[in-house]
């Protein structure tokens, strides 16, 4: 059986003697102090010592003192800066050397970058005090910390009061008192301190001027008070300064001693113009129901800067004869003055007549500078009837999917064949599946989707109406491009509706789609397939709410036949049959659909000789029905005989793709 064996009486006495003994080493005296005894054969301080080169068991550090360049004790820093000192001993009063002291203020600056500095032989530590802004007026504290081996030990805190010097500014003079506008001149002077009339560096002094810049507006004085600058005759946003001029040197920290000085500038001599409009100005006429304005620019320029209050002459080289500027209904040469930036901004206002515009700009202080406008003109009106122009990227879609999609694409003019401005808005209705109610143009041209959908109508053809605002056809009599008096409407149009039965007449009980703005009793135009119109509903204005109908159709993924027999004799012949894309025969098989003819026997041939082979992306449906030519096809026949076979096979693609073959046997 195991036992413990627990110490003697003796034992116990002499570890408990032990513990306390090593308690008591590590415990301090109670200075305030922190002392750390060295690990025996460590060394002991290895970044410094005392005068006797043992470890220091303390460390002790003198009240900081703060003295001027004098050497005087003093509680107050100037510009010129002070020296702050401290000695560092150890216990037995001796020097430590190379022992860490850390200065440490608010308001000031110190001679090393983070304030320490190692002690010489003597303990001593020493490091400039100098203001962060010499303008500070304010009290502070400074202190010094030692490190040493371990041990620290802070000087108590030591109160300061910054002061600011009296700085004046002599012997201030300009390379030049005369300039030419937006020339250079470089200022020197001097500043010095009225205490002691000393030339004192450090010193910051600020320059302005009532027109101008420097290439450095806040100088500190170095190299016995020297300060030097360059004032450029060019004010902060780039404009060339003139006239007489004063220029400004103020001591930051001494303000009221401040020093002006004048400088003449030769007026500002424009020397080029410049037309400064980046973008092509295309203006639309002021019918159009665009913009009835626009604006061009132009800049002058005097020694490669731009020049302020100079006069400029505006006059038209050519445009449109109704085309006014500056004001309107202006046709005559006018002067302008540039702005601040040198530049005109030129009013321009369009007329009806469309054409180029050349708009020159002179100097009236030399009629041979001058620049003309580019790329300006007047060149868009309103949408007219006859320029409105649909197409669609397919126009027979599947019945039985939903998603099947078609783009339509409105493609709008004026009466002059230019494109209608831009943001021009054309709205759509449909009598089944989905269309984007809206697009707006860009080049006059805008696009919307249509995709298939519920509601599938009955007869498997959407009728679509696209329209927009715009203006009525007519023939211009005078040739002045205004509609007036004598002037004829060749298509005068009123309310118009959506023709889903496809009639040509509104039918109020099918709840056919109509645009109402109000009938007059003028005359009409009849009611058409692309141009539905409602009767008594016109006036003799030109304003009217354009319209472009179109119908798009729904066919089934299965052929509806007709005529193609089920059996041929035999030798040759042409067979000629229709394919609809559904039973009631309104219309062809989907865009895209493919339809081929094959022979099986031992010399039995076949081949189409009419008739679409792949239906194409857009054919034509004619009112109500399918186009005889989009349906209609032919194939012949030669050497077969009876037993032989001829496969006539239809693929239509997808969304709704599928495979049909019909059979015919020779017999």
């Known amino acids: ?293 626009g604006k061009i620019e132009f800049t002058i320029f005097a020694n490669g800067r731009p020049a302020a209050n100079q006069q400029v002459e505006i006059s038209k080289v050519y445009a449109p004869a109704d085309f006014s500027f500056v004001t309107l209904n202006n046709q005559s040469p006018q002067i302008v003055i540039t702005d601040g930036q040198g530049q005109v901004m030129i009013n321009l206002y369009p007329g009806a007549l469309p054409g180029p515009v050349e708009i020159k700009a002179t100097l009236k202080s030399n009629a041979n500078i001058f620049a003309l406008s580019k790329d300006v003109s007047v060149a868009t009106g309103r949408a007219t009837q006859n320029g409105f122009s649909v197409s669609i990227t397919k126009n027979v879609l599947a019945n039985e999917r939903d998603g099947d999609v078609s783009t339509i694409k409105v493609s709008l003019v004026d009466r002059t064949g230019n494109p209608v401005p831009n943001g021009t808005v054309v709205s759509f209705v449909s009598e089944g599946g989905r269309v984007s109610p809206n697009c707006t143009t860009k080049d006059g041209i805008c696009s919307v989707e249509f995709s298939t959908q519920n509601p599938y109508p009955a007869d498997n053809r959407v009728t679509v109406i696209a329209y927009v605002e715009g203006d009525k056809a007519y023939t211009d009599i005078d040739g002045d491009n205004m509609f007036g008096v004598g002037d004829i409407l060749t298509q005068n149009i009123g309310d118009f509706f959506r023709d889903d039965n496809e009639n040509n007449q509104y039918d109020a009980n099918l709840g056919e789609f109509i645009y109402r703005k109000g009938a007059s009793d003028a005359l009409c135009a009849p009611s058409l397939v692309y141009q539905p119109n409602i009767a008594g509903t016109c006036d003799n204005g030109l304003a009217a709410t354009l319209r472009y109908q179109f119908v798009l159709g729904l066919a089934s993924s299965t052929p509806v036949f007709e005529a193609l027999p089920d059996t041929l004799p035999a030798k040759s012949g042409t067979r000629y049959f229709q394919m609809f894309g559904n039973s009631m025969q309104s219309v062809s098989m989907v865009s895209g659909t493919t339809i081929s003819a094959t022979a099986e026997g031992s010399s039995c041939k076949a081949e189409f000789v009419s008739g679409y082979e792949t239906v194409p992306n857009t054919v034509p449906l004619s009112n109500k029905e399918a186009f005889e030519k989009a349906v209609r096809y032919g194939f012949s026949y030669s050497d077969c005989n009876a037993g032989d076979k001829i496969k006539v096979t239809v693929t239509t693609p997808a969304p709704s793709a599928n495979v049909t073959t019909k059979n015919i046997n020779i017999i």
């Not at 037995?92 to 010489?120: M, Y």
């Not at 937006?182 to 910051?204: E, H, P, Q, R």
């Open 1 to 293: 059986m195991s036992h413990i064996s627990l110490p003697s009486a003796t034992k116990l006495f002499q570890l408990a003697s032990l513990t306390c003994a090593l308690a008591l080493g590590g415990c301090g005296g109670g200075d305030t102090v922190d002392v750390i005894t060295p690990a025996p054969g460590t060394g002991g301080n290895t970044g410094g010592g005392s005068g006797t080169g043992t470890p220091a068991s303390k460390v002790n550090i003198t009240t900081l003192s703060l003295k001027d360049t004098n050497g005087n004790l003093t509680r107050t820093i100037s510009s010129e800066g002070a020296v702050a000192s401290v000695t560092v001993t150890d216990a037995q009063g001796q020097p430590i050397s190379s022992a860490l002291v850390t200065f440490e203020g608010n308001g000031v600056k110190f001679g090393t970058s983070n304030g320490s500095v190692l002690t010489n032989e003597k303990g001593e530590a020493s490091t400039s005090v100098k203001p962060l802004d010499n303008t500070d007026t304010g009290s502070y504290q400074v202190k010094a910390t030692v490190m040493e081996n371990g041990l620290t030990a802070t000087t108590p805190s030591y109160n300061f009061t910054l002061q600011s010097v009296d700085i004046v500014l002599e012997n201030i003079m300009l390379s030049s008192y005369n300039l030419v506008s937006g020339g250079n001149a470089s200022i020197t002077l001097k500043t010095k301190d009225t205490v002691n009339s000393l030339y004192k560096n450090d010193s910051t002094v600020n320059f302005t001027a009532s027109c101008g810049t420097f290439d450095n507006n806040n100088v500190v004085s170095s190299n016995q008070g020297d300060v030097a600058t360059t004032y450029k005759a060019i004010d902060e946003n780039g404009n060339l300064c003139e006239g007489q001029q004063t220029i400004t040197a103020t001591p930051i920290n001494s303000q009221s001693n401040k020093q002006a000085v004048t400088i003449n500038i030769a007026n500002v001599q424009a020397s080029s113009v410049v037309y400064t409009t980046t973008n092509k100005v295309q203006l639309g006429a002021n019918n159009s129901g665009s913009s009835s304005s």
